[in-house]
């Protein structure tokens, strides 16, 4: 069996923010010490709705890099690669589109929803529509099990579900498999085999997805089974056939709750962020001049912090003395806003320091992020041309 895979993607869009940082960065580094990692830069996806500007791309993919890096996600630990490097997944892309259903695209609902919120750019492309389909290419291409996304990202991995899924039935049965199957099933001694069987059929007969996992488990256990023969039994289990591609689940971010310098969500189209990287003077003046609590005109007039989007950075930043000493001194007038902001602007500070020193040893040497990405292509190609070797060989194009 393959070791759990996680795999995840993230498009270039330039230099990341503190709700990047807090929304999903420190989740892939805690990820990393767990699971064998994939993070990649989703550049052909940016081309999705940037491919009348393709030019700054490259430089956004690499600013981006680094700060995934600053944020301390470890190349020794994770393979980090750039999708277009890696081009097996276009092959794999385009095959897929072959026997993918135009009305299973049409219906994902980000299609729609894009296109509208996009409404100034054309996104009646033939791209755009196939966008899930690139991303269940980048997923099914690693076998990967986990995929750590947003929930707007939820249908597009439950779309490559599917995906998998019909793959496997159309192109994973070889001739004779139910009877080289049944063959595998005894192969697994009586008491496994018989373990085996009940929870096919409890999965078969109800839909009991826990049976599939505990016959998962069960399979996990046997050493002496041939590659061949554990795939045979992973398909049977479903009624897939073999499984050739493997359905991904996803792990679920959630949503930053990194509140941007007016309250609202930090986000870039908010114009409220502080990028992950900001310089000192900047994060403070940008803090400074930070909206208050609209009752406080003059310095003696008290506060209510609910009604302040600094209360809401101290609720990230600060701990239980320090948002005691707000309530207290904002309620009776007993500190002022700019008093208020500076353990805010130290806490940022003191939380960028080390980002920004990891960073400084690559833009002094920006080789060293290019080596990376190269080391990380070539492993992320390794296992791609070897998933691609099984697809060929199930879709009869071997041409030995
Ligand atoms: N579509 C994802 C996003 O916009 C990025 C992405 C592309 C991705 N391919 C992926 C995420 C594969 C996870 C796995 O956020
Ligand atoms: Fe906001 Fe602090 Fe000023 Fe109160 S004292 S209004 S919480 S900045």
Known sequence: MYAERVLSGMRPTGSLHLGHYHGVLKNWIELQHE?????????WHALTTQYDNPQGIEKASMDMVIDWLAAGVDPNQATLFVQSRVPEHAELHLLMSMMT???????????????????DKDLT???FLGYPLLMSADILIYRADKVPVGEDQIPHVEFTRELARRFNHMYGREPGFEDKAREAVKKLGSKKARLYEEMRTRFQQNGDRDAIEQAKAVLDEV??????????????LEGTGKMILVEPGY???EASKMP??????????YNNTITMRESEESVTKK???????????????????AKCPVWQLHQVYSNDACKEWVQQGCRTAGIGCIECKQPVIDAILREQAPMRERAQVYLDDPTLVKNIIADGCEKAREYARETMRDVR????????
């Open 35 to 43: 699971y064998p990692c994939l993070f990649f830069v989703a550049d």
């Open 260 to 269: 941007g310098l007016d309250g609202q969500k930090m986000s870039k189209s």
């Open 393 to 400: 060989e199930a879709m009869g194009l071997e041409y030995h």
């Open 287 to 305: 803090v400074r001049s930070m909206p208050t609590d609209p009752a406080r005109v003059r310095r003696t007039d008290p506060g209510e912090p």
């Open 251 to 253: 792990l679920l971010t």
């Open 101 to 119: 259903p135009l009305s299973w695209l049409e219906r994902v609902p980000t299609y729609k929803d894009q296109q509208e919120k996009l409404a």
């Open 223 to 236: 050493q002496h089974l041939s590659m061949a023969d554990r795939e045979r039994l992973f398909g049977y």
């Open 125 to 127: 492309t033939y791209g």
